[in-house]
């Protein structure tokens, strides 16, 4: 709980009125979630100096999403203040765009992917087609090193822009990154504080806007029928193990259909959890223990989550 004075300590840091005791089931792809103590959309950078250091002072724990696409939020909620970028936070500047074709873009981490990829087909810069149809957030992809079709963020991230309390904002460049898949490795500072994306340097290149439009509609024209429609859910909920993939190893234990509460494994796509109504964090937690326990005795390979919790 936050007090009173600290509440209106907070009020008075951004523009945005602050959403106390905020739902967070809308806030997230699968519709599941209880209350946060606080939700604030952060507008500029100023704000978020403002909230750390005043989070720092309070105690205060906090935590940044971005659209909510990969994450299950618990049912009680969130005992601190969730943070999400606002629309001055979430712009797309040309920074080059050379004689030989090479592209550098910054983008800040609130722009929707969508956004970005649109952006990118209308001026004809090739590098993010493999993004055509993931949601969520620049900085969420980031994060969870978002990737589809052999191609994933790592490969176009030049150099990011991150904010922590200790060092405030860092440009971090390439060599000073780490991803594996769909991780981003060093995204905690050495006091072991979360970094925030603020933006990322993309690098593309000039193609022809054509075959991008052609190559981002054919991988949209794919997940058609191959992925769950209708109901909520957050994408690949289990990471495929190396070599492996995780939706033909939950399909191979015989577990499509399978329901805990109103939580299934889809019947479309194994690897998918779906919401098919009113389901809890708690009904998709138990149908992951199920969907664990039973895939490790069926191939004796262990599968972790993708999906993130709050
Ligand atoms: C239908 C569907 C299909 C999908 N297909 C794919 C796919 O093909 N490939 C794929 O990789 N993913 C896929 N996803 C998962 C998801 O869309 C991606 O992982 C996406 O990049 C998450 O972005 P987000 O903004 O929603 O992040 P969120 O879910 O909001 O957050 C994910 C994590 O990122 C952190 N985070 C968010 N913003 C920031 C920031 N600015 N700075 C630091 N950390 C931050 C959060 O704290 C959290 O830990 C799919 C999801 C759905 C629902």
């Given at each position: 709980m936050i007090n009173e004075k600290t509440k209106q300590a907070l009020s008075k840091l951004v523009e945005n009125p602050v959403q106390w005791d905020c739902p967070l089931a809308a806030y997230t792809s699968f519709g599941i979630g209880g209350v946060a103590d606080a939700l604030i959309i952060v507008d500029s950078r100023a704000e978020l100096a403002g909230l750390f250091n005043s989070f720092a002072n309070n105690k205060l724990e906090y935590r940044f999403i971005?659209?909510?696409?990969?994450i299950l939020v618990s049912d009680a909620g969130y005992r601190g203040v969730v943070l999400l970028f606002g629309k001055s936070l979430s712009k797309i500047v040309l920074l080059e765009e050379s004689a030989e074709g090479n592209v550098r873009v910054r983008v800040d981490g609130g722009c929707s992917l969508a956004k970005l990829l649109g952006w990118c087909?209308?001026?004809?810069?090739s590098g993010l087609e493999f993004t055509s149809g993931i949601p969520g957030s620049?900085?969420?992809a980031v994060a969870m090193n978002a990737g589809a079709w052999a191609g994933e963020m790592a490969d176009v991230i030049d150099s990011l822009t991150v904010f922590s309390n200790t060092?405030?904002?860092e440009l971090l460049g390439r060599d000073q990154l780490e991803f594996v898949y769909r991780k981003w490795k060093n995204n905690r500072n050495t006091n072991n504080e979360?970094?925030?994306?603020?933006?990322?340097d993309i690098v593309l290149k000039k193609g022809d806007k054509e075959t991008i439009r052609a190559t981002c509609a054919e991988y949209r024209e794919k997940r058609k029928g191959k992925q769950p429609k209708g109901v909520q859910n957050a994408g690949s909920f289990f990471k495929n193990p190396e070599g492996d993939s995780a939706g033909q190893l939950i399909d191979a234990a015989g577990l499509k259909g399978l329901q805990c509460g109103d939580a299934m494994v889809s019947?479309?796509?194994a690897n998918f959890l779906v919401n098919t109504g009113s389901a809890t964090a708690k009904d998709v937690k138990e149908l992951m223990n199920i969907v664990v326990e039973r895939v490790k005795k069926n191939s004796?390979?262990?599968?972790?989550p993708e999906v993130h919790f709050l």
């Amino acid at each position: 709980m936050i007090n009173e004075k600290t509440k209106q300590a907070l009020s008075k840091l951004v523009e945005n009125p602050v959403q106390w005791d905020c739902p967070l089931a809308a806030y997230t792809s699968f519709g599941i979630g209880g209350v946060a103590d606080a939700l604030i959309i952060v507008d500029s950078r100023a704000e978020l100096a403002g909230l750390f250091n005043s989070f720092a002072n309070n105690k205060l724990e906090y935590r940044f999403i971005g659209k909510g696409t990969n994450i299950l939020v618990s049912d009680a909620g969130y005992r601190g203040v969730v943070l999400l970028f606002g629309k001055s936070l979430s712009k797309i500047v040309l920074l080059e765009e050379s004689a030989e074709g090479n592209v550098r873009v910054r983008v800040d981490g609130g722009c929707s992917l969508a956004k970005l990829l649109g952006w990118c087909m209308d001026s004809g810069y090739s590098g993010l087609e493999f993004t055509s149809g993931i949601p969520g957030s620049l900085g969420g992809a980031v994060a969870m090193n978002a990737g589809a079709w052999a191609g994933e963020m790592a490969d176009v991230i030049d150099s990011l822009t991150v904010f922590s309390n200790t060092n405030k904002e860092e440009l971090l460049g390439r060599d000073q990154l780490e991803f594996v898949y769909r991780k981003w490795k060093n995204n905690r500072n050495t006091n072991n504080e979360e970094r925030v994306v603020l933006s990322a340097d993309i690098v593309l290149k000039k193609g022809d806007k054509e075959t991008i439009r052609a190559t981002c509609a054919e991988y949209r024209e794919k997940r058609k029928g191959k992925q769950p429609k209708g109901v909520q859910n957050a994408g690949s909920f289990f990471k495929n193990p190396e070599g492996d993939s995780a939706g033909q190893l939950i399909d191979a234990a015989g577990l499509k259909g399978l329901q805990c509460g109103d939580a299934m494994v889809s019947p479309v796509h194994a690897n998918f959890l779906v919401n098919t109504g009113s389901a809890t964090a708690k009904d998709v937690k138990e149908l992951m223990n199920i969907v664990v326990e039973r895939v490790k005795k069926n191939s004796g390979i262990e599968l972790k989550p993708e999906v993130h919790f709050l």
